[in-house]
């Protein structure tokens, strides 16, 4: 698999895939439908920011932790430096929240309402080690400024 021509088809599809004014649990779900099915890894889905903490959203993949506090983990932590946050072995990651021992590097992108707020991230699981790169993080920033587009209109 070519991964970039995978993100180069995802973006491409999110444009028409995704509706701007549709709930938002739809178009999460379409897209990480969308992404599962281009990319295939162990788990792919959404925490969304609900008071001080983030809350399971739509997702592909084995079950998962339900709640995580700001500034926790990863997916909390990615949300706290409103940064994407690349972890090459989530062993080495300090704090990081073990849904699955599968689960061997991740990514993590935040996306935005229109006042610069968080509304949640998407976070990606590999069981490969060091699985995501600068192009993925680049193709999924991308990913989530379309997200935040339509999901703020
Ligand atoms: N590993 C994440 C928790 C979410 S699961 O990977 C689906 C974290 O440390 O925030």
Known sequence: MDRK????LILAESEALLEEGLEMVSNLSNAAALLQQHLNFHWTGFYLVSGNE???GPFQGPV???KIAKGKGVCGSAWELKKTLVVADVHNFPGHIACSPLSRSEIVVPFYN????????????????????????EYLEKFCEILSRKLVK
């Open 5 to 8: 021509i995978e993100y180069e």
């Open 64 to 66: 998962a932790c339900t």
């Open 114 to 137: 229109n006042s610069g707020e968080v509304l949640g991230v998407l976070d990606i699981d590999s069981h490969l080690l060091d699985d995501f790169g600068d192009s993925d993080q």
């Open 54 to 56: 983030l809350v399971l």
